[in-house]
C-alpha cells in the first residue's frame, strides 16, 4: 500500500499545498515548527481517523478558517487505479470522510483503507508507561486489520461506560435489577472474549517478529519477551488444554455477577480486558521497570517494524511507514540497521536535517522535501 499524494488545505498552518510522494524514501526537512508533524499527522489521520497527536478535529483547521480538508491518494498493489481518501473538518458540523467521493457513514468504516504505522518519540512510553497505552498499540494495530475487531471494542467500550454510570447510581441507592446486571455481564464478556483473543493471537506473533528483530539490532545479546497479560486468559487450563473463548466469556461472567459489591464501592468495572497488559521484557526483566534508554527505543521500534511484518503477513502488503523525528535519535548503526529493514516499503520521515538519511540507502531511492512555514518544495 503507497501513498501516492497527499492534498492539504487550511490544514493547521499549511493553506494549500499538494505533495507527491515517492513509492521508496520521503524525506521532509526544515527547521522546528515548520509543518513537517503536521504532514505526518495529516496522512496518518486517515489510519485512525483522527489527529496521532491527540488534537481535538477543530484544532486541525488553520486559525481563523471555517473549514479545513485533507485529501490522500492511495495505491493497492495490484489496483489499478488509486483510491482517494478525504476528510473534510468544520467548526461546526461533524466531519465529512469519503472515498473517492462517497461518504463513510462512521470513523470505522474507514479504517482499513489506508494502513500505516507510524512511529514517534512519544512511543516511547509504549515501553515505559501505563497499560493503557500498550492496550492502545494493540487496539490501533489490530483495528486496522480486521474490522470485527473495531466493533467488538466499540459494544466493550459502550457497555463498560454504561456499566460504570449503573454501578455508580446503584452505589446511590438507585434500584438496579439482577436481569439488568446480566444483560451487561453477557455484552461485556461476549465482547471481552473476542477481544482477549485477537490481542492474545497478535502478542504471539508480535513475540516472534520482536525476538528477530532485537537479536539482529543487538546482536543476540539481549533477549526480548512479549506476553498478553490477561486474567480472563491465564495461560493454560488446569487440565493443560488452552483458554478457549468460551472460557474467557465464562470466567468474565462470573466475576461481573458475583463482585457486585466492590464494583459498586470502587464505582467503576474492576475486571475486564480495559485491565489487561502487553507485559514487555529483556532479559527477563521487565521493561518499565528496568529497560535503558536505548532498549526502550530499540523495543518501541522493534514492535513497530513487527506491526509492519505482521499487517503484511495478513493483507499481503506493507503499510505506510511514518517517522516522525525519530532518526534524530539514533546512531549511525541503528538508522542503518532500521533503513536496511525498511528497505523496499513506501516510508516517509521527517527530520530537520535532509542529511539524516544513512549511506546504506542509494540516494535515487530518496525524495527530499523541503518544509518552511507550511510550504513543501520538493528538493533534488
Ligand atoms: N490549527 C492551526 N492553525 C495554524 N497553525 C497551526 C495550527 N496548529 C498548529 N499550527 C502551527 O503549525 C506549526 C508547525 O507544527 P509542526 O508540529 O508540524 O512542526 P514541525 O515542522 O514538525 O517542527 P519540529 O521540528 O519542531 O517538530 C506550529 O508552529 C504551530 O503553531
Ligand atoms: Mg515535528
Redesign the pocket.
Known amino acids: 500500500m503507497k501513498v501516492k499524494r497527499a492534498v492539504f488545505s487550511n ?3 499549511i493553506a494549500a499545498e499538494e505533495i507527491e510522494l515517492s513509492s521508496s524514501v520521503n524525506v ?1 526537512w ?12 495529516g496522512i496518518y489521520y486517515f489510519a485512525r481517523g483522527r489527529s496521532f497527536r491527540g ?1 481535538k478535529d477543530r ?5 481563523d ?1 471555517p473549514f ?1 480538508s485533507i485529501g490522500v491518494d492511495v495505491e493497492r498493489d495490484g489496483a489499478q487505479y488509486p483510491v482517494r481518501l478525504e476528510v473534510l473538518l468544520r467548526r461546526d458540523a461533524k466531519k465529512r470522510l469519503s472515498r473517492n467521493g462517497a461518504v463513510f457513514s462512521s470513523v470505522s468504516e474507514m479504517i482499513g483503507n489506508l494502513r500505516a504505522v507510524l512511529f514517534c518519540p512519544a512511543h516511547l512510553s509504549m515501553i515505559s508507561g501505563s497499560p493503557a497505552e500498550r492496550r492502545q498499540f494493540l487496539d490501533i494495530a489490530l483495528s486496522q486489520l480486521h474490522p470485527e475487531y473495531i466493533e467488538l471494542l466499540s459494544v466493550y467500550k459502550a457497555a463498560v461506560g454504561e456499566r460504570n454510570a449503573l454501578l455508580r447510581r446503584a452505589s446511590s441507592g438507585f434500584p438496579v435489577s439482577k436481569e439488568e446486571w446480566e444483560v451487561y455481564a453477557a455484552q461485556m464478556s461476549e465482547s471481552a472474549a473476542g477481544i482477549a483473543k485477537m490481542r492474545l493471537e497478535y502478542a504471539g506473533e508480535l513475540a516472534t517478529h520482536i525476538s528477530s528483530f532485537f537479536s539482529d539490532m543487538t546482536d543476540g545479546g539481549e533477549a526480548p519477551s512479549v506476553e498478553y497479560e490477561s486474567h480472563l486468559l491465564p495461560k493454560e487450563r488446569e487440565d493443560g488444554e488452552p483458554f478457549s473463548e468460551d472460557d474467557a466469556k465464562e470466567r468474565l461472567y462470573n466475576k461481573l455477577i458475583s463482585n457486585l459489591d466492590r464494583e459498586q464501592a470502587a464505582g467503576s468495572t474492576l475486571w475486564g480486558v480495559h485491565k489487561d497488559d502487553l507485559k514487555l521484557s529483556i532479559n527477563g526483566c521487565d521493561t518499565r521497570l528496568y529497560a535503558s534508554q536505548g532498549q526502550q527505543r530499540s523495543f518501541a521500534l522493534a514492535m513497530k517494524l513487527a506491526e509492519g511484518e505482521i499487517s503484511r503477513k495478513s493483507t499481503g502488503e506493507y503499510p505506510v511507514f511514518l517517522l ?2 525519530v532518526f534524530s535519535e539514533l546512531d549511525a548503526g541503528r538508522r542503518a540497521f532500521i533503513m536496511d529493514k525498511l528497505s523496499g516499503r513506501q516510508i516517509v520521515v ?1 527530520s ?1 536535517e535532509p542529511s539524516v538519511i544513512p549511506d546504506n540507502v542509494s540516494s535515487s531511492d530518496v525524495t527530499f522535501m523541503e ?1 518552511s512555514g ?1 510550504r513543501i518544495r520538493e528538493r533534488k
Open positions: 490544514y493547521r498552518n521532509l526544515g527547521l522546528n515548527a515548520q509543518g513537517k508533524s503536521n504532514i505526518l499527522e488534537a484544532e486541525l483547521i488553520s486559525f478558517a479545513a516522525d523525528d521527517t530537520c518544509v507550511g
